[in-house]
Every structure is written in C-alpha cells, then in structure tokens.
DNA sequence: AACTTTGCTATTTTT
DNA sequence: TAGCAAAGTT
C-alpha cells in the first residue's frame, strides 16, 4: 500500500510527494520542489519515485533520476530498494554523465563515436591539450593550456562549439581556432572529456529524431536533484528530453514529460564551474511547475538556524524561504576571536577536547574552512594533541599516478588510438624510448594524420625499433588476455607492463604497489557488486527496447567506471576521528558539532570573490551551507593574524559576522565583539602585541613534528621537522627596525580614508611609511610625515 | 635516466 | 611558505 510511503512524510513532503504529474487537460505536469537544508529533500526525491511507481502511473523503465554525485545516485537507488520491491539496477539513475555516457555507448554510432571511447579526466584532458599546443607550435605561454581547458570546458557548458563562438579579438579567435582542434584531436584519438559526454548526447538527441523521440516516450518522469547546481548545457539537455524545449511535439503526440526537480537557491555554491541558479527561474517560467516549499528543518537547532535565516536574509534575489524547527532554541553559537592562526588552532584542540569528554563522538565534530591551504595549521595543532583525524579532498584512488598508469595500458588495449594513454606510458617503466623517438612518432603521427600507435609502424632506425617494441608488448597483452576476465587482466597487465616490478624496485614504491594490487581487487568488485554496467550501456531492462543498444565489454565498462567515478574522496566511516574539510566538500553532511574556522575579510568571503559578479552573494550562500551544518553546537572563529603565502597578513574579521543575530550569539573573547574598530585596549583587542603573537608561533613552531605526507589519515606515524632553523633566522630578520608611532594590527583612523588596521610597516624617520588596510578604501602605503592618520584607542 | 635547481603560483570541485 | 612542474646537471 502506498500509504506507507507517505506514513512517515510531513505534510509539506507529503504534498510534494504526491504533486500531480498530470494537469486537468491530461497534459504532464511538472513540479519544483524548494527544499532548504535538512529538510529531507532525497527522502522525498526516492519517494516521490517509489509513489510513481508504487501507483502504477509508471513503470520503472519509465523514470529517468539525474543526480550531480555518484554518491547521491547510489543512495538513491538503495532508499529505492528499500521502500520497492524492484531492482533498480537496470534503472535510469545515475549522474548526468553517467547517463550521458550510458546514452552514447548505446548509439555511439548515430554520435560518431568508436564503440571503444575513453573519457577523459581533467588531468588527460590538460595533458591533451599540452601535447596539442606543442604539436601545434603554439606558445604555451602565450596560451596558457589550463586556461585553453577552461575555455573549452565553459564554451560546452553553454552548449557551443568552437565554430558556434563570437571572436570579440585576435585571442579569442585564436582560443576558438584551439578549441577546434582540440575537437578535432579527440575525435581521431577516440575520446570525450566531461563536457564533451553532455554535449555529444545532447547533439545526439537533438539531430536524431528517432532517438529523440523513443527517449522521449520512454521517460515519461524526469526527476533532478540539487537543481540549482545545473549548467546551462544540463539544462538544455532536460529541455529537449523532456519535450519542454519547443521544438514540435513528438510524433506519437504523446507530448510532453513530467519533471520534478529538487533544488535550493540558498545553497547554490558551485558558479565558478558553471553552475547557474537562473535556470531556476527559467525553469519556472518554461515549465511551469507546482511549487512546493520545503522548510521545516530536521537537522539544527533554533539559535544555529535563526543564525543561518538572518545571514542568508542579506541576499537579494533569493526565491525565499525560511528554515524553522521543532527542537528548540538550544545552545548560542559561540564566536572566538584569535590574536593568530597558532591560537585558532589550539583554541580548538582545547574545544574539541572538552567536546569529546563529554561524550561527543569525533566523527561528530568537523572543522570547517573556506580554503585548502587553512587545514595546514589545524592539522600541525591536531596531531601534536594526538587527536585522531581525517582530512577530505586530496587524491581520489582513480587519479593516483599508479593507478592512472594502469589503466592506461587497459585503455590501449581496448583502444590503441588513444593517444594520450599511449604517451603517458609509452616509456613507462623506462624502456629506452626517449625524446627523439617520441619526436620521430609525433612527427610521423602528424604527416599522416594518424594515432601515435599507428605510426610506429612506419618508422624505422633506432626509434623504429624501440617503438616497435611498445607496440608489441600492447598487442601481446591485448592477445593474451582475450579470454581472461576482467580482474584476470587487470592482473596481467600490471605485471607485464613492468609497472610492480618497477614499483617494488623504487624506495618509497611499496604503497604504489599495494595501490596496484587493490586495482586488481577494484575490477573484482566491480564485476561482483556492480554487474558492470551500472555506469555504461549494458544494463539494459529486460525487453527494453532501446534502438542499437550495444553490450559493452567489461573491460570498456570498468575503464568508463574509473574515469566517471574516481573512487572515494571523503573519509570513510569507522574511525573516530574528527573531521576536517574545506565548506564545499562539507554540503550535504552533517554533525553535532561544527567549527567554522578562518572567518576573516579576505579568507571568508575570500578576496577573490569581491570582484565577481555576484561573489559575495555566493560567498554568503556558502557561509550559509557552512552555517546549516551543525546540528546541536556551533563555533565561529577568526583571528587577528594569519600566515598566508608566506607572509604574515592581518585581516577584518568577515563582515558574515555582523549579519548574525546577536540574541543567537554568545562572544567566548567578550571584547571581540568590538574588535573590529578597537574597543578595549589600544586595538589589539585581546591583549596580544605583534611581537607576541611572533614570540608565540616560533614557540610552537619548535617542540613539535609534523607529518606533510600524502596519506588521508595521519596517526602518530614517522614525522618530518617542520620550522628549521634557518626559517626562524629568515623571519627574525623581517621586524621593522624604525620607531613607529603605530603598531602592526593597531587600527587607526584617517581624516580621509576612514577606519583601518595598520598591515606593515617600513622605512625610517622622514621615510617611515605604514601600510593601511581602510574599511572603506582597502589598501593603501601613507608616508607617516605626511598622513594625518590617528590611533584609534 | 636519475638527480637537483629554479620558477611560479597560491579559492572553491564533480564528473 | 610550500608544492609542483619544468628546466638544467651529472
């Protein structure tokens, strides 16, 4: 019974749930569900699904679910399983590139592709764009090939191709000339990078009327998570499957499907890769969905949600909606104001440490920070206090060197053109193959355009040779393993592609080579868990009746898994440890207890963003996720000075802090509500001169290790001396010598300029100049005997 | 081909 | 500062 579905839902999810999908005229009807933080929103995404099908208004081949993460797809799927009775493999839910890629290995053909395409990952498609610039001639430093990456990728995402761009100046069309060679290359080696997936299939669907037309009857309900985080490209890929894209109504006239997209416009975090939160109000326009608020929040508490509402309330333009709770006021949310980066850092070891002694589990805690290079210090703080941590981000298995030099030998043997996968282990292991002779291939490859694979056999001499040689060994590895299974070749590879050995005779190869082996254990799995075709086109339902629908091979299929799903980037659960990452990696999650940590002018919102067209807007969404984190007890925390790229800086606290309600907020350094403009002593308003908080980095600096190395977890390990001598020396050096009317950190006032923080300081006498960070005016040098600057006491 | 030195850069990240 | 990538040395 159906009810059941529904028994646990509020009213508000259970509206959404079960929204018509069909109108008064019989017509689809399409809905969009604004869904705030920790207001269920996958809950009522697979339930919506389970009721669809639970109520026979479709069958499960019907159902087309696009997520952004595998993560989100797979969780999905498992809520599925557990509320039906059905197998949702052979479903249509999985990643917009999951399903791109599912779409084009089925009709690679009507999308001009080899049935053996490889995709590329952002590391092959920069390494294809460099060997293309140098076959090219092209100065790289005139066209920098990461910002040739960018270009492409951003010109897909708005859906255009090279030829299809306005060339303002003589950069642009030399950029747009790039792109289309870039097209050009990938389509002779057989390969599509991320964007290219997305645009191929929309091409696909776009030219291709029976394709076109069979998808769209099929997917009769198209439902999207995390809506606001779409592309341009995704959204004209859902326009056009779902008949909304006005082109003529397809030609059984069964019209159009109904969509049911999941989304908050307070969480739009991800612009900078060309994510829009307009399609939001297109879609309402061009869809014209029912609307269904979701509000009532389940995860946080009052004080820490009134936090959130006021904050988010400083941004236009906002669809609204206002998060409320059952669970009472609870805690203030406490703020901390640091004199450094040293005192955040042991501030919160002290913090964490009374947490976990009152019974909070370390997994319960996360600290949070708005960018990479702040995890630095925490961790030093962290693991001399001997408390067990994991950092998120970093490396993912599928992108280890190692790993990614597998794969291409199994890349190779699927497909020899890839021209990328050949470079990148063509003298890897070393085997005497050297400049010249990857010249000779590059030089050959070009007069008869041609793959670097193919032409070696056109060379002779010395290059010829030792080319020869490679090509033999791929072709006695694809040979040899033709009838091997998947894990069986895995294995066959790695062993006589000379990768272990070459690994176990390195110093530090030992985990490379452990690395290897679970390579062997992930091709396993693969076959085991995922029936190999989760990801590509050979899980097809039963009596599907999908035109030119292909079985791919397992090998094809577990190469696609690996570039599509680069393994697990986040902490795994079991170990209690607290947790650390950076604001972005923390959407989505939740815990007890949440550090936001570095909440400084410059730092959060980061400097960067100022000048971005709607920056700060994004900055404060992302201090709002950071903000919906916590569920029970929330910190926030800045300091008066920070070591950044190399250099001591003193920043503002973040203005975030002053859109706080201050009835929810309770100040742990009590004059650091004022700090800002000096209240209490002299403006150091904790007490601290510069040269104390230089006295107190170097003393922390000295008595302990810290381990910089690459793995995730860092237990009490062999560690590396941080802090030598000789950078103490260095920074000794760096104090200003002069007499100084002002301190560093002192705030200060100018008739013109305003409000400010003195940030350096240099020359003498009639020299002497201090540097100003101005409220108002940003940086400025003022020559002391002339400024007419105050100290603001 | 392995090693060292220099040079550059420094939000956020998934696929 | 430090981390990586490319260029230079043995």
Partial sequence: MYTDLLANLNPEQGEAVTLPPVNEHGQAQSALILAGAGSGKTRVLTTRIAWLIQTGQVSPIGVLAVTFTNKAAKEMMVRLSAMLPINTRGMWIGTFHGLCNRLLRAHHKEAGLPSTFQILDTQDQLSAIKRLLKGLKVDDEKYPPKQLQYFIAHAKERGQRARELAVGDDFQAKMAQLYEAYDAQCQREGVVDFAELLLRSYELLKHNEAIRTHYQERFRHILIDEFQDTNALQYAWLKLLSGHDGSPVNVSGAGTSAVFAVGDDDQSIYAFRGADVENMRLYEKQFHPLMVKLEQNYRSHGHILDTANHLIANNS???????????????????????????????????????VSSGIKRTEIALLYRSNAQSRIIEHALFSAAIPYRVYGGLRFFERAEIKHALAYLRLLENPNDDTSFSRVVNFPTRGIGARSIEAVQDAARAQQCSLYLACSTLDGKAGSALGGFVRLVDHMREATRHNTLPETVEFVIQHSGLIQHYLSEREGQDRVENLQELINAATAFIAEEGYGQDAAAAMLPGENSPGAVEVSPLAAFLSHASLEAGDNQAQAGQDAVQLMTVHSAKGLEFTSVFITGLEEGLFPHENSINELNGLEEERRLMYVAITRAKERL???????RMLHGQVRYNMPSRFLEELPTDSLKWLTPKAKDARWGGGNSGRSSGSTWQDVYTRQRESESNDFFDSGSERE????????????????????????GNYPFTIGQNVFHTKFGEGRVTSLEGNDADARAQVNFKRHGVKWLQLSIAKLAAVD
């Fill in 635 to 641: 910190y926030l925390s800045h300091t008066q000075s």
């Fill in 317 to 355: 333009e906002r669809l609204g909606k206002n998060l409320r709770t059952d669970a009472g006021h609870g805690e203030l949310v406490r703020i901390y104001d640091a004199p450094s980066d040293h005192a955040e850092a042991a501030w919160l070891i002290e913090e964490i440490k009374a947490l």
């Fill in 714 to 737: 860092r237990p009490a390990k062999q560690l590396g001396r941080v802090g030598s001598a000789a950078t103490s020396v260095r920074r000794m050096a760096s104090p200003p010598r």
